[in-house]
């Protein structure tokens, strides 16, 4: 086996994941990729339940020796590549972020596991364990989130999107621990202690959309990659851009049999925008500082 480095890229998503899932990482020379159904129906047939879920599991068993550990999984995909690259966004957050119904894995619970899989790569050869993490600023992450998870609400619509937010905001229970994956401060600052911020590649929504060329240059560099953004841009990829976004600050809700209809939508008015990024404001700056981004230019504070 010839894998030096390990990369995990655990969403959010609504950030252009699947942008960089089915335009990007597909376009990898150097590295196998095993996407969000790939790497699911793996740990279903070995595991009998989807990759995410293995991270509610104990830690220990990525270090199993037998079929079921972390060697076998990368054996069954690497073949001769130099890296190997798991891309699952709803390691973060699902769609059941709002109902807090689902339990999920918290920023702890992920750092735990992906401590026991680095120690399991270390013993297999591989030398480093790297982080992509793609953000959006958080009051459209919020609306295109909540637009997208529609179908699970009986009452969908502005009053109870407004309503949600504020739970959100106010850290109540059961969404006060799956808040923490919009609060980037805290999450650059735990990552890049346990991991160090070198390993770690923050990837904004905003920059991959208005600077694709920049954004992709970098990622390339992290992933060992040259000339990623030409291979993109020759396959003749769409830009990465709102999914459910229908105007100014304006989304259409999904309907529970995966349609949109435009005259159900929810509104991010100006008060709102300003108060979730209000709360968010110093996070982000600490967030921008740590990771040395540019937050600002895409009003994150």
């Known amino acids: 086996m010839n894998v030096e480095t390990f990369y995990l890229h655990i969403g959010l998503p609504k950030t252009a994941t699947t942008f960089l899932q089915n335009a990007v990482f597909k376009k990898l020379r150097h590295s196998a990729y095993v996407g969000r159904k790939e790497a699911s129906r793996y740990f279903e047939e070995t595991h009998e339940v989807a990759f995410r879920q293995a991270f509610m599991k104990h830690p220990g068993f990525w270090k199993r020796e037998d079929s079921k550990g972390l060697n076998a999984f990368v054996m069954a995909f690497a073949g001769e590549a130099r890296g190997f690259l798991v891309s699952e966004e709803n390691l973060s957050v699902t769609a059941r972020f709002f109902d807090g119904l689902e339990e999920e894995p918290t920023p702890a619970q992920i750092i735990r596991h992906m401590k026991a899989m680095r120690a399991a790569a270390l013993d297999m050869g591989i030398g480093a364990f790297k982080l992509i993490l793609s953000i959006r600023r958080q009051d459209t992450w919020l609306a295109s989130r909540y637009a997208q998870s529609a179908p699970r609400f009986a009452n969908a619509g502005q009053d109870h999107f407004e309503e949600c937010v504020d739970a959100v ?24 202690n346990e991991f160090g911020h070198e390993n770690i590649l923050i990837l904004p929504q905003e920059r991959l959309r208005v600077d694709a060329e920049a954004t992709l240059a970098q990622l390339g560099q992290f992933l060992g990659e040259r000339r990623l953004g030409e291979r993109v841009a020759n396959a003749g990829r769409k830009r990465a851009g ?26 991010l008015p100006e008060k709102l925008e300003e108060k979730i990024l209000r709360a968010y404001r110093e996070s982000n700056r600490t967030a921008a500082i740590q990771s040395g981004l540019t937050l600002d230019e895409f009003g994150y504070f």
């Open 169 to 192: 905001l106010e850290r109540r229970e059961p969404l006060a621990p799956r808040a923490l994956w919009i609060d980037y401060g805290y999450l650059v600052e735990r990552f890049g």
């Open 242 to 267: 709102p999914s459910n976004s229908v105007g100014d600050r304006v989304w259409v809700l999904r309907q529970a049999d995966g349609s949109v209809d435009e005259t159900k939508t929810i509104r």
